[in-house]
């Protein structure tokens, strides 16, 4: 791979949650509002393990965690309904968000976006964060068979955009997405959010930047 310090990719790959949408801190207190119904205590470290991996992963994950007998449907339909509540207010960008898209789109780079969400919860974020048009494909946590740190959902990206993986950058916060993108063959720009990646993750890494302003300046 060209190691230059400027780079022109033939695409750039953006997860959503926590690295352009400001949605996962927002939600750390909505747990503790959707458990207490059902007389469950869910603790925050739990909470951030579920942090960039998809519906079914994350109901795998508390499963395993508390046993079959642990109420994970009737707990994600009132979290889900909290979360629909929080966010028909507004949802914040991530410092840096509109500086980057638009130096992207002088570039005239096409930009996807690879998210754990399924399609139909992902577009109505992105529509009421105002970004929805900035991005000509998305890729789902519902349309791939395997969720992140598996590969898929970034080279289902890569192939809506018509890119090789090779050939686009991905864009990540969280340890599983940074894992994916490095198995699809990509380089990866860490913005941290919520969760440290340990070091055997952060050493595949190609950038890391504190903002994704501060990451405009990697393309040219």
Request: proline residues 8%; glycine residues 8%.
């Amino acid at each position: 791979m060209n190691e230059a310090a400027v780079l022109r990719p033939a695409g750039v790959i953006f997860d959503m949650d926590g690295l352009m949408l400001d949605t996962e801190r927002p939600l750390l207190p909505l747990w503790p509002w959707a458990t207490k119904p059902f007389g469950w205590d869910i603790p925050p470290e739990m909470v951030l393990r579920t942090i960039g991996i998809n519906g079914n992963d994350m109901r795998a994950l508390f499963l395993r965690e508390y046993g079959p007998s642990f109420p994970y449907d009737g707990i994600r339909d009132e979290f889900n309904r909290l979360i629909h509540q929080e966010f028909e207010k507004g949802i914040a960008h991530k410092p840096g968000l509109v500086v980057l898209l638009d130096r992207l789109a002088s570039l005239r780079i096409p930009l996807a976006v690879a998210t754990s969400t399924s399609r139909e919860r992902a577009v109505w974020k992105l529509r009421i964060a105002g970004i929805l048009d900035r991005f000509a494909v998305l890729a789902c946590g519902d349309e791939i068979l395997n969720g992140k740190p598996a590969p898929d959902i970034f080279l289902l990206a890569a192939e809506r955009l018509g890119k090789a993986p090779c050939d686009c950058v991905g864009f990540e916060d969280s340890p599983a997405g940074l894992q994916g993108l490095h198995t699809a063959g990509m380089r990866s720009v860490f913005v941290k959010d919520l969760v440290e990646p340990p070091p055997e993750v952060c050493a595949t890494v190609w950038r890391q930047c504190t903002d994704l302003a501060e990451a405009a300046g990697l393309f040219g």
